[in-house]
T-cell receptor, first 110, second 114 residues
Framework: QKEVEQDPGPLSVPEGAIVSLNCTYSNSAFQYFMWYRQYSRKGPELLMYTYSSGNKEDGRFTAQVDKSSKYISLFIRDSQPSDSATYLC??????????FGGGTRLMVKP | DSGVTQTPKHLITATGQRVTLRCSPR?????VYWYQQSLDQGLQFLIQ???????AKGNILERFSAQQFPDLHSELNLSSLELGDSALYFC?????????????FGPGTRLTVL
């Protein structure tokens, strides 16, 4: 079993929908949680960065971390076709390497 | 554009060969990370260098090696290539040594081993 699990999708939604992307993890030592967006044939780009449990909002994006359940989420409000990409969760504890989920492919249809 | 550059963009080679991938970090970044992304394994950390010194090692095969030069650019050397080494190889950079620093990814090098 992988340390970080993520549904590969694809997840197809109509434009304007609220999107929910999730990851579960097994290592309780993880403290730092990130979401990366990766367009086809491009490198991942950092979207959200959170420390420990709680919520963080940035524009249309909200990241949630529930350490007690070992579960993190990324919500995208008012989704746009330009949000179509693969979303990767990543996490680590201080001083250690990033561990990525396998990524969820999102398609937002106009 | 993240500011991290990687060359070449594409590389096609044969089994048993050796290749070198190059990465230039963002201006001011001292850490360089190498990752491998394949369909079955996802994005996997290979190795990190900080200011010329190896900092952390992940799932890097013995056939692979890397180094960071005084001008902070880095090279990843892959030797005795196998079909299974076909993948996207990403370089990322960050300011400091902790892996909790924000990592900025380059556009990647697509390696195809025939």
């Amino acid at each position: 079993q992988k340390e970080v699990e993520q549904d590969p999708g694809p997840l197809s939604v109509p434009e304007g929908a609220i999107v929910s992307l999730n990851c579960t993890y097994s290592n309780s030592a993880f403290q730092y949680f990130m979401w990366y967006r990766q367009y086809s044939r491009k490198g991942p780009e950092l979207l959200m960065y959170t420390y420990s449990s709680g919520n963080k909002e940035d524009g249309r994006f909200t990241a949630q971390v529930d350490k007690s359940s070992k579960y993190i989420s990324l919500f995208i409000r008012d989704s746009q076709p330009s949000d179509s990409a693969t979303y990767l969760c990543a996490m680590n504890n201080a001083g250690n390497m990033l561990t990525f989920g396998g990524g969820t492919r999102l398609m937002v249809k106009p | 554009d993240s500011g991290v550059t990687q060359t070449p963009k594409h590389l096609i080679t044969a089994t048993g060969q050796r290749v070198t991938l190059r990465c230039s970090p963002r201006s001011g970044d001292l850490s360089v990370y190498w990752y491998q992304q394949s369909l079955d394994q996802g994005l996997q950390f290979l190795i990190q260098y900080y200011n010329g010194e190896e900092r952390a090692k992940g799932n890097i095969l013995e056939r692979f090696s890397a180094q960071q030069f005084p001008d902070l650019h880095s090279e990843l050397n892959l030797s005795s290539l196998e079909l299974g080494d076909s993948a996207l190889y990403f370089c990322a950079s960050s300011v400091g040594p902790p892996a909790t620093d924000t990592q900025y990814f380059g556009p990647g090098t697509r390696l195809t081993v025939l």
